[in-house]
Nanobody
Framework: QVQLVESGGGLVQPGGSLRLSCAAS????????MGWYRQAPGKQRVLAAV???????NYADSVNGRFTISRDNGKNTVYLQMNNLKPEDTGVYYC???????????WGQGTQVTVSS
């Protein structure tokens, strides 16, 4: 079965860094666009960053210049390097795998990121 397993979350002070990882299994990873979404307490889940199967990237304005998404197709893993973290980056970060044809859409269980002094 398909599994997306996130790791790397935790508690960090403002200005600090974290690196999230999402290991995928059960899919042809290189065919999928991979995204990181985040959900702050009491708010909707929103896109933070995406990397396509062709390695094009796109970022939310709020994280552009601070976060970097990358992928290693040999390890079936997508990463999110988060630098200069701010309290407003706090939330649950979810990994997403999407393929358009045939349509497939998978989610991980999420990892908590808390930015606080």
């Amino acid at each position: 079965q398909v599994q997306l397993v996130e790791s790397g979350g935790g508690l960090v002070q403002p200005g600090g860094s974290l690196r999230l990882s999402c290991a995928a299994s059960g899919i042809f990873f290189s065919f999928y666009d991979m995204g990181w979404y985040r959900q702050a307490p009491g708010k909707q889940r929103v896109l933070a960053a995406v990397i396509t199967s062709g390695r094009s990237t796109n970022y939310a304005d709020s994280v552009n210049g601070r976060f970097t998404i990358s992928r290693d197709n040999g390890k079936n893993t997508v990463y999110l390097q988060m630098n200069n973290l701010k309290p407003e980056d706090t939330g649950v970060y979810y990994c997403n795998a999407v393929r358009l044809s045939p349509r497939r859409d998978y989610w991980g269980q999420g990892t908590q990121v808390t930015v606080s002094s």
